[in-house]
């Protein structure tokens, strides 16, 4: 099919791929966003797998603390390690230590990190890797980041490799998650492309839930998201759509579609960045998502 021109199918045939691919959706938080959640339950789903972002200047001690509370609200918690901000393998055996004692951690997401000039032994979360600390702390599950707007040699040979590890080297289960896209049509080439050249990891596609256009475009800009960038620059141009919230509605519909009639599309989870606040996206999930969007406080 034309990766472009999606049919629109009926609005309850829609809404039952919309509903299909968020399922066992995961979100990001950090620290200080987690913060002004009263009650995550009232929120998220039932077992939604909730990334906390390492952002650089955050104490170890505000990461764990915020593990320990969404574990404790019976959230699988997956903290960021970002490599260029940890010093030496002795600070990496500490922080997967201390996650895993003080709040029962036991998946991760490992990344370069948005550092420039590393803080020490780490470069990419490859080195990360290669210490085996994670597979002696008994984890059992490991993410690593990928970005469909990237450079396909370099973003490539690096996800091929991620490949070949998770397949030879470690027991834990792994998966790719990428940087947040707003079109469907490129990162459906890009995950069928890397599966064409064996990468057999699933894909946990980032999206940007609802949030102000320039709220948006001030994210992409500062994570380095180019091509996505161009299409809410083209999106800006149109004064109808400037003053209005952007939704991932059509984005994640498109990708819906494609993966219902293709079922083994390696794309298999949808990662939420909410970029507009936490609650905003949760509301989001549970007005589009049917059953995949019901807060876990609303079902007992």
Not at 71 to 77: N, Q, R, T
Not at 165 to 176: V, Y
Not at 241 to 262: R, V
Request: proline share 5%.
């Amino acid at each position: 099919m034309a990766l472009l021109n999606f049919k629109r199918k009926s609005d309850a045939t829609q809404g039952a791929d919309l509903e299909a691919i968020l399922a066992d959706y995961s979100i990001e938080v950090m620290p200080r966003t987690a913060e002004k959640i009263e009650d995550f339950t009232a929120l998220l789903p039932k077992g939604t797998r909730v990334y906390i972002a390492h952002i650089e200047g955050t104490p170890i001690d505000d990461m764990v603390a915020t593990a320990r509370r969404l574990s404790e609200a019976g959230y699988p918690v997956m903290p960021h390690f970002p490599a260029r901000i940890i010093k030496d393998a002795d600070t990496l055996a500490d922080w997967i230590a201390r996650y895993q004692g003080e709040a029962g951690v036991d998946q991760a997401l490992l990344l370069a990190g948005g550092v420039t000039t590393p803080h020490g032994a780490f470069d990419s979360s490859m080195q990360l890797l290669e210490t085996g600390l994670f597979d002696k702390a008994g984890f059992k599950r490991l993410h690593v980041a990928g970005d469909p707007d990237g450079s396909m040699k370099a973003v490539n040979e690096a996800i091929m490799w991620k490949a070949d590890f998770a397949r030879e080297r470690t027991d834990a289960e792994m998966a790719i998650a990428t940087q947040f896209c707003f079109e469907a049509g490129p990162v459906i080439k890009w995950a069928d492309d890397l599966k064409a050249a064996g990468m057999d990891l699933p894909i946990h596609i980032g999206v940007a839930g609802p949030a102000k256009l320039q709220t948006l475009i001030k994210f992409s800009i500062a994570c380095g998201v180019g091509a996505s960038l161009k299409v809410l620059q083209k999106r800006a141009i149109d004064v109808t759509k400037l003053l209005l919230p952007y939704e991932p509605t059509e984005f994640l519909s498109d990708l819906a579609e494609h993966k219902a009639a293709n079922p083994d599309f390696n794309i298999t989870n949808v990662h939420f960045f909410p970029l507009g606040g936490i609650k905003t996206n949760a509301n989001w999930a549970k007005e589009n998502g049917g059953a995949s969007g019901v807060p876990a406080a609303s079902i007992g």
